[in-house]
């Protein structure tokens, strides 16, 4: 029990480290003494006042047209008022502020020395803060001990993930072996804090490994298969011009696929190992025989619920896109075979496999150690 308080400590200090460390570097870029205005910048303001709003013409359609007197909170014009047209150019998107909006603001230098002002965004970080406070504090008080250990696992797969797998795909390693060496660090650790350290955490790990193996050979198998290259995505174009071809971005696709799945693998290979120990507890007298397929028939709910929650979860994440194609006058046979669609179709399939693989997996290694066990 004490080597585990030690390891919580020491990972709670290397969260504390990382935030004090972000936080000293913002407050350092915001006291920071700034002798010149640069070329471009971005600074973040309020709305202090709504100077004028009409409708005007704008290319032949009526838009509205607002001048805005904004006070700046962070920049090198913190604390100056300044006066921003909002409105006078066509947009897709037109966004109508009001006193105490919280903005970005996009500030820029012209060869003649004039410098312009346009609002880029609203500033999100408040709305993400209140809404993360939630989420921590649900977390501890329905799930206490075990919530505030699962939250300090999340916390260090961020760590792995942002200081060890990004930074390495950046630098040009292979993703997909980096994601794999990644998964193999966050798996146990994330495990453990979350489930405590016991016989149903190490067979839910081993189950949840052989899934991982599985999913990362079938996605290969069929990227390859369907000759995908991963430029779906704008971003992957922009990435590619950024880093000059140093990522590989097949492999970022395959990296992806694996991270992906990893997340929801813990929920289906804990379930099932749990499951297995709890029910030889209730009965010891079961065989493993007996065992597994009474075991095997809640996995099956699992899997039939999870299967459609998955269905679910994609179709809301690919919303915009889906809707792009459903009074495409193609037929669609032609529609799902853009790779575009075809990348979201096999990055869903092989997921799922690898989650419904997960259950047999899991629910025999439970099984044998537990029927072992007596």
Excluded: W
């Excluded at 400590?9 to 915001?30: C, E, P």
């Amino acid at each position: 029990m004490g080597c585990i308080k030690n390891t919580v400590k020491k990972i709670f200090l290397v969260l504390i480290f990382v935030f004090v460390f972000f936080f000293n570097a913002t407050v350092s870029a915001q006291t920071g003494v700034v002798k010149s205005i640069p070329k471009q910048e971005t600074l973040e303001a309020v709305v202090s006042r709504v100077i004028e709003e009409k409708k005007i013409e704008v290319m032949q359609k009526k838009q509205l047209y607002q001048k805005l007197e904004l006070e700046v909170t962070k920049g090198t014009l913190v604390g100056e008022k300044i006066i921003i047209e909002n409105g006078n150019i066509p947009l897709v998107n037109q966004q109508k502020y009001q006193v105490d909006d919280k903005v970005m603001v996009s500030m820029s230098k012209n060869i003649d020395g004039n410098t312009r002002y346009y609002i880029s965004d609203h500033i999100r970080r408040d709305s993400l803060m209140i809404l993360f406070f939630i989420f921590v504090i649900l977390t501890v008080v329905i799930a206490k001990i075990r919530g505030l250990m699962s939250l300090l696992g999340m916390g260090l797969s961020f760590l792995i993930i942002f200081f060890f797998i990004l930074p390495r795909i950046l630098s040009g390693a292979d993703p997909v072996g980096t994601a794999i060496l990644g998964s193999l660090i966050i798996i146990p650790v994330s495990f453990f804090l979350s489930h405590g350290f016991n016989k149903k955490t190490f067979v839910a790990i081993g189950g949840t490994m052989i899934a991982l193996v599985i999913t990362g050979i079938l996605a290969n198998i069929f990227v390859e298969g369907a000759h995908l290259t991963g430029f779906a995505s704008e971003e992957a174009g922009f990435l590619q011009v950024a880093k000059q071809g140093v990522i590989n971005i097949k492999g970022l696709l395959l990296a992806g696929i694996i991270i992906g799945v990893l997340g929801v693998l813990d929920d289906i290979t804990i379930s099932q190992s749990a499951i297995v120990f709890q029910l030889k507890e209730a009965n010891k007298r079961l065989d493993i025989d007996e065992l597994y397929k009474m075991a095997m028939k809640v996995g099956q709910d699992h899997i039939s619920s999870m299967v459609n929650t998955l269905v679910l979860v994609y179709t809301g994440a690919a919303l915009p896109l889906l809707l792009l194609f459903i009074n495409n006058p193609l037929p669609f046979s032609q529609v799902i075979n853009y790779e575009i669609i075809a990348e979201e179709i096999i990055r869903t399939l092989v997921g799922s496999i690898g989650l419904i693989l997960a259950v047999p997996v899991t629910t025999f290694i439970a099984t044998f150690i537990a029927s072992k066990k007596e």
